[in-house]
């Protein structure tokens, strides 16, 4: 499945995509508000979705649960019982949808400015055990917006000293022995910021956030790679039916593989706009 998906997202750079308007969705209750990041279990009866301010402040991050009649209310997201204490945002849950990585603010009471990842257990309807990352996962820099292949490697951004520009994407790959053994990915970083991915369940490719390349639409756009024997590929920007000379960000494949999410700027709005992904 993930080779005709490979192709299909890569239609997407001559073909005209395809845009899905759905009247019920999580975020429906709030239809004028910011949306960022979505995410659902495979079965896609659990969705979880950030909301923000307009100046891309107070960050948190919502759920809501799919029953017969349609999506329900979202709330914010509770782990073991409770709120998260301060900012929270990109939750993604892992491709088996037992549990989600996510980038969170400072905890109340510490000095650091910096924001770190997270990972929490999801179990029978809940949040629950949620982790910091272990360094070298994170660093004394922002270490951001991550996702999960299905073999346990965190794909994630980061502003760590040794990168090509200000936002560098990086893997942490599980280590019996060592943790975890992080690489940063040249192929894929540049002089310009890098601050958001998405990778295949398999790892055959990643969908990520550019920002201001010559070869995008301007502001942040989306760039797909795929992975071979030899690395990975040149990114080519997502057409212009995907980009636009605002933002576009927070990329999220279903796990049927027919549906392409992402985090658009429109009409002054950050909103989520779902494609169809064309057939091979």
Do not use: C, K
């Not at 998906?5 to 890569?10: E, I, K, Q, R």
């Not at 495979?42 to 909301?51: I, N």
């Not at 109340?108 to 770190?116: A, I, K, L």
């Not at 292949?149 to 000293?161: E, K, L, V």
Request: negative net charge.
């Amino acid at each position: 499945m993930s080779v005709q998906l490979v192709f299909s997202l890569a239609a997407l750079l001559g073909a005209q995509a395809v845009e899905v308007t759905e009247t019920d969705q999580p975020w429906s209750d709030q239809p004028d508000a910011h949306v960022s990041w979505v995410s659902f279990t495979p079965d896609e009866t659990v969705a979880l979705f950030g909301r923000h301010d307009s100046d891309w402040g107070a960050h948190r991050v919502m759920m809501s649960v799919r029953s017969p009649q349609g999506w329900q209310g979202a709330r914010p997201v509770e782990i073991d019982g409770a709120p998260w204490p301060t900012q929270m945002r990109a939750m993604r849950f892992s491709p088996d949808g037992r549990g989600a990585v996510f980038s969170s603010a400072p905890l109340p009471g510490e000095t650091r400015d910096d924001w770190d990842l997270w990972y929490v257990h999801w179990h029978d309807g809940r949040f629950v055990a949620a982790r910091r990352l272990e360094s070298p996962v994170n660093s004394s820099a922002h270490d951001v917006h991550a996702s999960i292949a299905a073999n346990g490697t965190i794909y994630f951004a980061s502003r760590r000293r040794g990168g090509a520009g200000e936002s560098d994407l990086y893997r942490a790959i599980p280590d019996l022995a060592a943790g975890w053994r992080v690489e940063r990915l040249p192929a894929l970083s540049s002089a310009y910021s890098e601050a958001d991915i998405f990778v295949a369940p398999d790892e055959a490719y990643v969908i990520f956030a550019r920002t201001d390349a010559p070869d995008g639409q301007g502001g942040d756009d989306l760039y797909i790679s795929q992975a071979s024997d030899a690395g990975w590929s040149e990114p080519i920007p997502l057409g212009e039916d995907v980009n636009s000379p605002g933002y576009e960000y927070g990329a999220w494949v279903n796990a049927a593989g027919d549906r392409l999410w992402f985090t658009g700027f429109r009409d002054g709005v950050y909103q989520q706009i779902q494609i169809a992904l064309p057939e091979e």
